[in-house]
């Protein structure tokens, strides 16, 4: 089974005509960082992949998601930016591409309502809203072409 995380980007209002993470987005992601670490070690996996959205806010998530990670884990995983993690995205085109490109635990930094809408693709009939910074967590078991995914665990730093 593959562990996928979906993850909304922290706290971030327009600062200067561009929305950036506050200092309480930094601190929810923070939060939020050390449940996954304990989730992930709950499910005795590590993280490998860590898939993020081009724009600041998701950017600057990821930055004090690695910052904060790096100190409670002992290991390393890859950073990617990915076109196909923008709030726009269609997950028909996203939810493939994931499953494809990468192997055993990713995480996608993204946001509203791209994030609520991979949530529903990989769980169809379980809607999701995401709070700021919030981490839900599927298991993905894929045979031969098909794909099924469960809900592993769903927090928020709220």
Known sequence: MR???????????????????????????QHMVRWYAQHLA????????????????????????EKTFKD??????TRQTESLLTSESDPAMTIPFVEEATQGTTVLISH?????????????????????????SL?????????SARKLAFSSPE
Do not use: K
């Open 139 to 147: 298991g993905l078991t894929t045979d031969g072409s098909a794909s």
């Open 42 to 65: 709950e499910q005795n996996v590590q993280l490998e992949t860590l898939l993020v959205s081009p724009t600041l806010r998701a950017q600057q998530t990821a930055d004090t998601f």
């Open 3 to 29: 562990h996928i995380a979906i993850m909304r980007h922290g706290d971030a209002p327009y600062i200067n005509g561009e929305r950036q993470i506050s200092e309480h987005g930094h601190q929810q992601v």
């Open 112 to 136: 509203m309502p791209l994030v609520s809408h991979l949530w529903c693709g990989w769980l169809p009939g379980q809607s999701q809203y995401f709070p700021t910074a919030a981490i839900g």
């Open 72 to 77: 409670l884990v002992d290991y390393d995983w």
